[in-house]
C-alpha cells in the first residue's frame, strides 16, 4: 500500500510541534499555518515565554506587528479546533513515542553490518516526527565522476522513494558541490507502530537498491 499521507485533516499533519519535548524552555517559538489550522486558513503565531513577554511588558508595553489578514475569524477557529484535536487525542505523545521507534528502526536497518548502504550512512538525527539520513559520498563515487549516476544522490533517492508510493524529502546538502546528500521523513501526528514499520521498509529498500545501483 503506498504511504501517501492526508494533508486535508488535522489528524494528518506533518508534525513539527513533535520535535520537542518541552517548549517551555524555548523564548520564542513561531507556529506555522501546518500546526495550526492544517491548511484549513491561512494563520501563523508566536508564542513566547514568560520572560520575554515580561520584558515587553515593562518595556514598551505592546509588540509593533501587523498583517493584512490577522485575527481572521476562519483561520483563528480552524486554529483552535486543531489545537483541542491535538490534545484530547494526545497526538504528541504519540509523535514523540514514534519518532523514537522510527529512529530505532532507522538506526537498525541502515547501520547493520549486512546493509549495503551503512558505509555511506554518516548521520542518523532528528526527534518527535522529524528524522533524517544523512549520507556520505566519496568525491571519486559521486556524479562528476561517477557513469552510473546520471544526478546528484539526493534527487535519484526523492525519485526511488516515490517510485514506492513514500513521500520523502531528498536533496542534496551543499548547493556548492553537493555533498551531504539526506532523506528526510516526516509522518503525521497519528503514525501507528505499524505505519513506522512501513514507511522504514520502503525508505530503506529504496537507499539499498539506490546504493547497489550507482555506487557499488
Not at 503506498?2 to 485533516?9: F, I, K, P, T
Not at 520535535?19 to 508566536?46: C, E, H, M, P
Request: proline share 5%; net charge positive.
Amino acid at each position: 500500500m503506498a504511504v501517501v499521507w492526508r494533508w486535508c485533516n488535522p489528524r494528518y499533519s506533518i508534525c513539527g510541534q513533535g520535535t520537542r519535548r518541552r517548549v517551555s524552555k524555548l523564548v520564542i517559538i513561531s507556529f506555522q499555518g501546518l500546526n495550526l489550522s492544517i491548511r484549513y486558513g491561512s494563520i501563523g503565531a508566536v508564542l513566547l515565554n514568560k520572560r520575554v513577554a515580561d520584558g515587553i511588558r515593562e518595556g514598551s508595553g505592546w509588540w509593533q506587528h501587523g498583517h493584512t489578514y490577522q485575527a481572521h475569524p476562519l483561520a483563528s477557529a480552524a486554529a483552535l479546533e486543531v489545537q483541542k484535536i491535538i490534545q484530547e487525542e494526545n497526538l504528541l505523545a504519540n509523535c514523540l513515542e514514534q519518532g523514537e521507534y522510527l529512529k530505532k528502526l532507522l538506526q537498525e536497518r541502515l547501520l547493520s553490518k549486512d546493509s549495503p548502504a551503512a558505509p555511506y550512512v554518516f548521520d542518523i538525527r532528528g526527534h518527535g516526527g522529524f528524522w533524517a539520513v544523512e549520507f556520505d559520498i566519496p568525491p571519486e563515487k559521486d556524479y562528476t565522476k561517477n557513469l552510473k549516476m546520471k544526478k546528484r544522490f539526493g534527487v535519484l533517492l526523492q525519485a526511488k522513494t516515490m517510485e514506492k508510493g513514500l513521500i520523502c524529502i531528498a536533496m542534496d546538502g551543499s548547493p556548492a558541490d553537493g555533498t551531504g546528500p539526506y532523506g528526510m521523513l516526516a509522518p503525521p501526528y497519528n503514525m501507528t507502530k505499524q505505519q513506522v514499520e512501513e514507511i522504514v521498509e520502503l525508505f530503506v529498500k529504496s537507499v539499498e537498491e539506490l546504493v547497489r545501483e550507482v555506487l557499488l
